[in-house]
Every structure is written in structure tokens, then in C-alpha cells.
């Protein structure tokens, strides 16, 4: 019996209603719960990590702006405020890290010398709390980094430093897989790219394949590891070229069998990622979803409930893709509590995804193929005021979460009694 009988009286009626038009919510909220997404560590700390000496996150072409109190400032503290996160938030889920969050001890360890030791803690912790883990190597904020090339970069001492660091990170996503039991993630995106009109486009790409191929060429457990490609357009900094752009990694990622990583800002403003998913799974077996906001350019703002967010929803559901389509976020805003931006964005992937689930697609599909587009646009858009809020909150409960806006409270509370007092 649920604590809060109301809660459970308009899931009832919701479920009628639902049910009306063939749709078994009850179903549904089974296969929500296992539902997994990658929750993005640097949400928490700006993407400062704890490297004892921090390079400038913008020589990569990302930035997060703002000075919000109360940022992590170790792994700690990071956890600790991921904790909050997942009571939060139905369902289990996992953790996405990056290499800059290596914990050593206070020690300086180089970033091509990074051992699966150095994140034994992560792994415990994610464990422990029957977490995933997705991995990413950290090919920017760093001194080797700071012309703006590193896998591509005419340099072959950069390029070897590069490839090195990108080999660790991939055997010790090896072993995060392992420990966890579950497959880990490993997501090369890199910088590379030109302020200005280059000349070459052909050589940084040809030196980019040749690096790739180096780091994901020996063959890895796939129980416990897939590699991922991550492609853009443009970065601050790179804005007239991009080395590995979507082309570039669409094309290895199909000629190698690697996942593609499909960031919804990396593509142009008017293109959404939603469209790209049932043409790149034709080639790929899998793909990974950095779901993003870009606001007017890739600005990392915290995912909401927008259309761009249900319409990705939706083609995941509709095209039967819930095992092949690989769920994170990735965003950054420093201008707001960070436990609030996490939670929003998750609760806004997972309601996302809910509504998706409770579509009768069947019955949307059938309009279509007879050709009966008003009657396809009118279904769709009474959809939109189906009572989905009674089945989310229904589903929190169930879940053991807050289904409505008192998580706010205890995130205020959290604050008030923990990140406030970091100076
Ligand atoms: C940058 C990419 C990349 C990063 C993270 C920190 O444009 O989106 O995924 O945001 O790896
Ligand atoms: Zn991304």
C-alpha cells in the first residue's frame, strides 16, 4: 500500500484513461525501472577535477560559467552530493566519470600513467550502491593540450602522450566494467580543431584515424567494455574546423564496430539528434546519447522537458532501441545549486522517457501508414494532456522517491547544512 493514498487514487484513474487507448501502464512503469542513465560526474565541480594542477578547461572548447557556492571540491564531496542525487530520482542508474577525477592521493600521477588503482574508490562506491560506470579519457584542461590538438596533433610526442592516455583510460574502463558487472562506456571525445579556415583538413584527420586505431585496435572484453566516438561541429576556439567531426567518426564508427556518441549540441542548431538515431542504428549496433541543451550554440545548459528532449525520448521507444541506445547526460552549469541542475536533468530525461513509453505508437503508426495525417496530428497532439504527472509521481513513490516538488526542499536542506559551509 502506498504512504499517500491520493497518490495512488489518480494513478487509478490515470491508468483508465490510459488504458483507453490501449495502453498497460503498469507495463510500462516494469520496464521504466530498467531504464539506466549515466548521470555526468562534472556536473558536480565544473569539470574541475582533482588533478593537483588544473589546466584551462576552454583551451578544449567547453566552458562552464558561473560561481554558484558549494561546488565539490573532492571526491568526497562529490559522492557525497551524488547520494542526494540518487534519492532523488527513480530507478537505478549509472555514473559517468572522467579521468580527471582520478584520485591519487595528493600524489602528481601523469595522465598516460593513470592505473585502474587510481579509481578503485569509484568503483566501490558505484558498488556499493549498485551503480554502472562509463568512462572517458580527459584529452583537455592540460598543459599537452594546450595548443588544441592532442590525438590529431602534428606533434608526435603529443600524439603518443594522447594515445598513451587514451589507452590507460580504456584498460581501466576495462576494469570498471568488470568490478561493477556491467559494461563500461568508454567515450573518446577530443578538441582538436582550428579558430580559423584551415588549409589542411585531410592530414589531422588521416594522424586522428591512425591514433584512433592504436587505442581501440586490441581487442577488449565487450562484457566489460565498449569504445565510443564522439563527434562535432564546432567548439569555442575551434570554430572553423573540428578534426573529428560527426562524418569523420560516423564512418569509423561503422567501418570499426565502435558505438557513436550523438551529443545534442554538437550538431547544427537546427539539426536534433532525435532524427539521427534511426538512420545511424541502420549501420551501428549501438549508440551513446550525450543529452544536452544548447541554447543559440553548444552551451551545455541543464536538460529540461523540452520538445527536443521528448521527440529523442520518443524515437529511442518507437524504433525498439531501449537496448541499443545507451542513455547519458552531459551538461555543465555553474550558475545554479549543482544538485538541483543534476536532478532536474534527470528527472526530465526519466519523464522524457516515461512519456515515450506511454505513447500507443501502434495505434499512431496505424494513421500513418493509411495516409490519415490529420488524424495522426490530432491523436498527437491530445496525447500531450494525457495525465502522465499521475503516473510519475505514482511511479516516484513506487520507486521511493519525491514524485513531486518537495525534493527541492531537501536539496535546500542539503545545501543549507553542507555546501554552504564549502569556502
Ligand atoms: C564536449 C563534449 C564532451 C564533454 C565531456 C566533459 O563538447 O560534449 O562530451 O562535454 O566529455
Ligand atoms: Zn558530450
Redesign the pocket.
Known amino acids: 500500500m502506498m504512504k499517500n493514498k491520493r497518490i495512488e487514487q489518480a494513478y487509478r484513474l490515470a491508468s483508465e484513461q490510459y488504458a483507453t487507448w490501449g495502453v498497460r501502464t503498469d507495463q510500462v512503469l516494469k520496464r521504466m525501472a530498467r531504464v539506466p542513465v549515466s548521470l555526468h560526474c562534472?556536473q558536480g565541480d565544473d569539470?574541475h577535477g582533482f588533478e593537483t594542477t588544473v589546466g584551462n578547461l576552454a583551451d578544449g572548447?567547453?566552458m562552464a560559467t558561473g560561481n554558484y557556492p558549494g561546488r565539490a571540491r573532492n571526491a568526497d564531496e562529490l559522492r557525497a552530493d551524488l547520494d542526494l542525487v540518487w534519492k532523488l530520482v527513480p530507478g537505478k542508474h549509472r555514473i559517468n566519470l572522467?579521468a580527471l577525477y582520478a584520485e591519487t592521493n595528493g600524489k602528481r600521477v601523469e595522465r598516460n600513467a593513470l592505473e585502474f588503482r587510481h579509481f578503485k574508490r569509484w568503483a566501490d562506491w558505484a558498488k556499493s550502491r549498485k551503480l554502472g560506470v562509463d568512462f572517458?579519457p580527459s584529452c583537455f584542461a592540460h598543459p599537452m593540450a594546450s595548443t588544441g590538438f592532442t590525438l590529431s596533433s602534428a606533434d608526435p610526442a603529443v600524439r603518443r602522450f594522447w594515445v598513451e592516455h587514451c589507452q590507460a583510460t580504456r584498460a581501466i574502463s576495462e576494469k570498471l566494467g568488470k568490478a561493477v558487472g556491467s559494461p563500461c562506456i568508454h567515450n573518446i571525445?577530443i578538441p582538436d580543431g582550428m579558430k580559423d579556415v584551415p588549409v589542411d583538413r585531410k592530414a589531422p584527420r588521416e594522424r586522428l584515424e591512425a591514433s584512433l586505431d592504436k587505442i581501440l585496435g586490441p581487442a577488449r572484453n565487450r562484457a566489460h567494455v565498449r569504445d565510443a566516438v564522439?563527434g562535432?561541429l564546432f567548439?569555442i576556439g575551434s570554430e572553423s574546423y573540428v578534426v573529428g567531426s560527426h562524418e569523420f567518426y560516423l564512418g569509423y564508427a561503422v567501418k570499426h564496430g565502435t558505438l557513436l556518441c550523438l551529443?545534442a549540441g554538437?550538431f547544427h542548431p537546427t539539426e536534433t539528434i532525435a532524427d539521427k538515431l534511426s538512420a545511424t542504428l541502420m549501420h551501428l549496433d549501438e549508440v551513446l546519447l550525450?543529452v544536452s541543451r544548447g541554447v543559440r550554440w553548444?552551451s551545455d545548459h541543464v536538460v529540461i522537458l523540452s520538445d527536443d528532449l521528448k521527440s529523442t525520448a520518443e524515437e529511442v521507444v518507437r524504433g525498439g532501441y531501449l537496448d541499443r541506445v545507451h542513455i547519458g547526460l552531459?551538461y555543465f552549469d555553474a550558475s545554479i545549486n549543482r544538485v538541483v541542475a543534476w536532478t532536474v536533468g534527470m528527472r526530465a530525461m526519466l519523464k522524457a522517457m516515461l512519456m515515450a513509453m506511454l505513447e500507443p505508437t501502434d495505434l499512431l503508426r496505424k494513421a500513418e501508414n493509411r495516409g490519415d495525417f490529420s488524424g495522426r496530428l490530432a491523436l498527437l497532439d491530445e496525447l500531450k494532456t494525457l495525465p502522465v504527472g499521475a503516473v510519475w509521481g505514482y511511479y516516484c513513490e513506487q520507486q521511493g522517491v519525491p514524485g513531486g516538488r518537495e525534493w527541492l526542499d531537501t536539496v535546500r536542506k542539503y545545501e543549507h547544512d553542507v555546501q554552504a559551509k564549502r569556502r
Do not use: L
Request: proline residues 0%.
Open positions: 562534472w569539470v572548447g567547453i572522467h572517458n571525445w564522439e562535432k567548439g551529443d554538437h550525450h553548444d552531459d
